[in-house]
């Protein structure tokens, strides 16, 4: 079992900038592949940021240039730095554990016009 528990989510201006925090637990082999999606309202679960396999990063378009995944192994925490943040980035932010099916609750991310 693994557990992910994310923080950092909340209101903020256009423009404006959070960062988000997803700490592992438990049967935890690596965060080398962990990644970071949303969900906006009416909308499907999508890819926003992930490291991969091969030990890259992906970024959906729409966030490239704004948004970086990065990790701190030593504490299994992996985050996500979102700068000039834009109303449609809006949604619920969920943590993955590579391509598994564990995921984190989710975090609330607002940004107003």
């Known amino acids: 079992q693994v557990q992910l528990v994310e923080s950092g989510g909340g209101l903020v201006q256009a423009g404006g900038s959070l960062r988000l925090s997803c700490v592992a637990s438990?049967?935890?082999?690596?965060?080398?592949?962990m990644g970071w999606y949303r969900q906006a309202p009416g909308k499907q679960r999508e890819l926003v940021a992930a490291f991969t396999s091969g030990g890259r990063t992906n970024y959906a378009d729409s966030v490239k240039g704004r948004f970086t995944i990065f990790r701190s192994n030593a504490k299994n925490t992996v985050y996500l730095q979102m700068n000039s943040l834009k109303p449609e980035d809006t949604g619920v932010y969920y943590c993955?554990?590579?391509?598994?099916?564990?995921w984190g609750q989710g975090t609330q991310v607002t940004v107003s016009s």
């Open positions: 438990g049967s935890v082999f690596s965060i080398n592949a």
């Open positions: 993955r554990y590579g391509t598994s099916d564990y």
